[in-house]
């Protein structure tokens, strides 16, 4: 593994995935090839109440969007996160000692990052909530982190992992603040933390505001466990995170799921649409690697689809009560 670990020059960990990058981009095909696919990548954009849905027909990304993601398919393959995996043209930066920041071959942003555990463990965020909260501040310079859950359309659910892509790329980074002020319900507001439950009409969602790391991964704790025995769930409760961290300090966003993959995707023939939504997705940039799916999808569509993979309003409602006891 060791020959896989690229050294920066900038101690800025966002600078330095930049240099990453330019260099991963001349040194490793794939990641060439995934990036010359991106300039032929079109998006069409849907106008909400108060904020844009993009749809980008993205044919590398079919790899990840039919992804087998069951136990017997994910046992029979080898690993793609873990260090001794890794194609020897792969590099990556080491963070905390505990993850590599790498350069992802099947971008949708333009610059496109996998951070995964060094160790091979489940796709679980309890626990790495710290690391979370570390990590999108150190790549805030150019960076939002995202993650997204085992059954939310992490493409590894087998191995520990986070990403990142550019600020301000997945419309909800810039949208929030009016979507706060039009949709927000307040949850709790104290010194350090600021709770609100969002229902934009097509989401539900609960963000956390905070400029205190210590307040705030004690805060994301609390909420996930309750979440958890509100779904009533042995494993993760279904779930995308968005972490952005600004000049007010950080805001998580929790994207609240009822299910992994709406009905379209499982329908056939003309009625078919592959879309299988994850963070990205959700954050208002809406993958289909098939152009006739591109072309096809309408605004009624991704209203459906959105409807069916989150959770209901009446959720939210009981969600918001729970959490604001817990403050
Ligand atoms: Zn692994």
Not at 123 to 129: E, L, N
Request: aromatic share 12%; net charge neutral; with cysteine.
């Amino acid at each position: 593994m060791m020959e896989n670990i690229f050294k920066p020059k900038s101690s800025d960990l966002g600078d330095a995935a930049k240099e990453l990058l330019a260099e991963q981009i001349i040194e490793w095909d794939l990641l060439a090839s995934g990036n010359k696919s991106l300039k032929s990548i079109k998006v069409k954009k849907f106008e909400f109440e108060g904020f844009d849905i993009k749809v980008q027909f993205n044919p590398g990304r079919m790899v990840s969007t039919a992804a087998k993601v069951d136990p017997k398919s994910i046992k029979e393959r080898k690993c793609f996160l873990c260090p001794q995996n890794l194609p020897p043209a792969q590099k990556g930066i080491l963070y905390q000692e505990k993850y590599i920041v790498l350069c992802n071959p099947f971008p949708i942003f333009p610059e496109h990052f996998t951070i995964p555990g060094l160790e091979h463990k489940p796709q679980v965020i309890k626990g790495a909530f710290p690391a979370l909260i570390d990590i999108s501040k150190d790549l805030s310079k150019y960076y939002t982190v995202f993650y997204n859950g085992p059954k939310c359309g992490a493409s590894a659910p087998d191995h520990f992992h986070f990403q990142a892509g550019d600020k301000n790329f997945m419309p909800i980074d810039g949208e929030y603040e009016n979507l706060k002020s039009k949709f927000g319900q307040p949850v709790y507001a104290g010194g350090d933390i600021t709770i609100t439950a969002i229902d934009d009409t097509l989401r539900k969602m609960i963000s956390f505001e905070s400029a205190d790391k210590a307040a705030l991964a004690a805060a994301l704790d609390k909420f996930y466990d309750k979440y958890k025995e509100i779904a009533a769930v042995e494993a993760e409760p279904m779930l995308n995170i968005l972490a952005f961290y600004g000049e007010k300090g950080w805001r998580i966003l929790f994207l609240l799921r009822e299910k992994h993959r709406p009905s379209h995707y499982f329908r056939e023939g003309e009625d078919q649409i592959l879309l299988s939504p994850a963070s990205v997705d959700l954050g208002g940039v809406c993958i289909t690697p098939l152009e006739k799916d591109f072309n096809k999808i309408t605004k009624e569509n991704l209203i459906e689809i959105f409807s069916e993979v989150f959770i209901s309003r009446e959720k939210l409602d009981e969600i918001k009560k729970e959490t604001a006891k817990l403050f």
